[in-house]
């Protein structure tokens, strides 16, 4: 019984690890609609439940058992009733006909079990937050369904063994299956919280340079796929320099935290907002042409101009912007930063305060 345990344990670990990293790096990150990820994530865990079928483990002399009412509690948690119902069905479907053939045993261990099984997840787990309390609650009420079926198919002693030793394995299988879940989640959490501040300005909160490159290759392959284009505009602070000399590099920090929350407000939350470095930002402006960026770039250049920036010492001074701009397609991927940088020179030597477009 042990070995057979031991082996159970080995590919619930196994699977949670690999599946779970399957899942965040390339499902979860794939272009495919949110119902088809939950469907291909309720076929993964439905075929786990079959191969666990294969890993029993013996709770008396005659009885065996196994593991598959996991997989539909995590099918729920993970996808909620569309993932839930998809393992659940390929589970009972499986166990009922395909197994060892239809009979009472067959029908009440698997797929009533099954179907009860994914009612009580769909009462308990389908919460963005896992919770310990629900989720040991719906395991009891899954070894209550499970012990009941044993109640009615066994006799005698087999079947006092039977629903003790089931009772307590599955507890310790689910428990075991609860924290790893849990530390996955966790460690997950801690890899996008380290991975967002890679790619952040830690002054601004903006997106940083390196962000900036990969977000720009982001948008030219999108346009491949939905031919949407967007507008490139390189933003300079005017005469920054002098805000650092006069006031002091702690008045030029709180300016360009002030300017970081402007261009927040003046941009749309699809735009990505990026600082390239000191006083120069980049706004990859979505669904925008050459036309439009004229406008916008406008908006902003005068929501500069209005804005009064508050100091450390409480003074309060007026700044304005340079502004260069490009757009995708009408500007191609190898001339676009180039292109804006030189409309960025044009709009600074006709003496700042100005926005530029890139001709073509």
């Known amino acids: 019984m042990f070995e057979s ?43 786990f439940g079959v191969v666990l079928m294969y890993f029993t483990f013996p709770i008396t002399d005659n009885v065996f058992a196994d593991f598959r009412q996991l997989p539909i509690l995590i099918s729920v948690y993970l996808g909620g009733m569309t993932s839930g119902g998809i393992a659940t069905l390929i589970i009972s479907v499986y166990r009922m006909f395909l197994l060892h053939g239809v009979d009472h045993v067959s029908i009440f261990g698997g797929g009533l079990n ?15 937050r896992l919770s310990f309390s629900r989720w040991l609650t719906a395991l009891a009420l899954c070894i209550i369904a499970s012990d009941l079926v044993y109640y009615c198919t066994l006799e005698g002693s087999d079947r006092r063994e039977a629903i003790v030793m089931f009772s307590i394995v599955f507890v310790f299988g689910g428990l075991f299956t609860f924290f790893m879940l849990r530390y996955m989640k966790q460690s997950g959490d ?48 005017d005469h920054f320099k002098q805000v650092n000399d006069t006031y002091g590099h702690a008045a030029g920090d709180a300016v360009l935290s002030q300017f970081a929350d402007l261009l927040r407000d003046t941009f749309r939350p699809d735009d990505k907002i990026a600082r390239k470095g000191g006083e120069e930002f980049v706004v990859l402006v979505d669904h925008c042409n050459r036309d439009e ?56 030597e006709s003496g700042r305060n100005q926005v530029w477009r890139a001709e073509r």
Do not use: C
């Open 5 to 47: 345990l031991f082996n159970n344990f080995t590919t619930l670990t196994t699977f949670l690890f690999f599946g779970n990293m399957i899942r965040t790096k390339y499902l979860l990150n794939s272009s495919l609609e949110e119902r088809s990820k939950r469907i291909v994530l309720g076929v993964a865990l439905g075929l």
């Open 114 to 128: 099954a179907i009860v099984t994914l009612l009580f997840a769909l009462l308990l787990l389908r919460i963005p």
């Open 190 to 237: 801690s890899l996008r919280t380290m991975r967002e501040a890679a790619y952040r300005d830690f002054l601004t909160g903006l997106y940083n340079a390196r962000a900036f490159e990969i977000l720009l290759q982001q948008k030219i392959e999108s346009f491949s796929r939905y031919s949407i284009p967007f507008t490139l505009l390189l933003v300079d602070i």
């Open 293 to 348: 960026i004229a406008k916008i770039a406008e908006r902003l250049r005068s929501n500069v101009e209005e804005q009064p920036f508050l100091l450390p010492q409480g003074l309060i001074i007026h700044l304005t912007i340079s502004a260069g701009s490009a757009t995708y397609p009408d500007i191609g991927e190898e001339q676009l930063l180039d292109m804006a940088d030189q409309a960025l020179y044009k709009a600074k």
